[in-house]
């Protein structure tokens, strides 16, 4: 149910160890979605642990932010209870929302394969294209065919599950969006929560395993590249749920 100031409940899970960082993602998520629009509830699962199915129950969407240090190629202490959960709300066909790990983890507990390969890895900003199935679909229909996002990734959805249908690719990496068939449930491996300023700021807590390198990381810094289309899907997405 809605909020008493009629801001829709939207529920963050994140995944992230240090709480400057976790921080930094909820601001980012806010100023996509509209911190007038949403009601945003958080949930840091690398911190304790635990998200119920109580707690996430009335959200209007669930969104699965990133995780730099963690991989979906690996089990940790949540990640049996967050595949029952995200499971759950598949089934269910809740609209839910998946951003780089949260992409990658929604695509693997459907039977998808995620890897860890530096020759796919992007960090930066990149230029995507839109599949026919992507220009036809409601959250993207209207955008150009191809756009840019914002990315910070070592692993990658290397084959999507059955359930799913490729909307957006990239150069170096394919299955960079998907939907799944009937259900307004999305996985984008780039960031669609960052502008340029936010990407800076996140690479630079994450430069020693992102981009370690003095003069790539100065480009990053000296280059800011706009992505006034990916920036708006969050807004979009709140629309086509609400």
């Known amino acids: 149910?809605?909020?008493?100031?009629?801001?829709?409940?939207?529920?963050?899970?994140q995944v992230r160890d240090q709480p400057h960082i976790a921080e930094h993602e909820v601001d980012s998520f806010l100023e996509r979605l509209g911190a007038d629009r949403v009601e945003l509830r958080t949930f840091?699962?690398?911190a304790d642990h635990a998200v119920s199915w109580t707690d996430i129950a009335d959200a209007h969407a669930v969104i699965?932010?990133?995780?730099?240090a963690h991989t979906v190629t690996q089990d940790y202490e949540f990640t049996a209870p967050m595949t029952d959960l995200v499971l759950r709300l598949i089934d269910e066909g809740r609209p839910l929302f998946g951003s780089c790990w949260g992409h990658q983890f929604i695509a693997l507990v459907l039977g998808g394969e995620v890897v860890t390969d530096k020759q796919h890895e992007e960090v930066g900003t990149f230029d995507l294209w839109l599949t026919q199935a992507g220009q036809s679909d409601p959250l993207f229909a209207g955008l150009s065919e191809q756009f840019r996002g914002h990315m910070g990734h070592h692993d990658y959805v290397a084959r999507l599950?059955?359930?799913?249908?490729e909307l957006a690719y990239s150069q170096k990496c394919r299955n960079q969006v998907f939907r799944l068939k009937g259900k307004p449930i999305y996985g984008t491996q780039f960031h669609a929560e960052m502008c340029a300023q936010r990407l800076i700021e996140r690479l630079g807590f994450y430069r020693e395993s992102y981009v370690a390198d003095d003069d790539e990381y100065q480009s990053l810094i000296d280059n800011p590249i706009p992505t006034p289309e990916s920036d708006q899907l969050l807004r979009r997405f709140i629309d086509l749920i609400s």
């Open 64 to 68: 699965l932010g990133g995780a730099g």
């Open 44 to 46: 840091n699962v690398a």
């Open 161 to 165: 599950p059955a359930a799913a249908i």
């Open 1 to 13: 149910m809605r909020s008493s100031d009629s801001r829709i409940p939207v529920a963050l899970i």
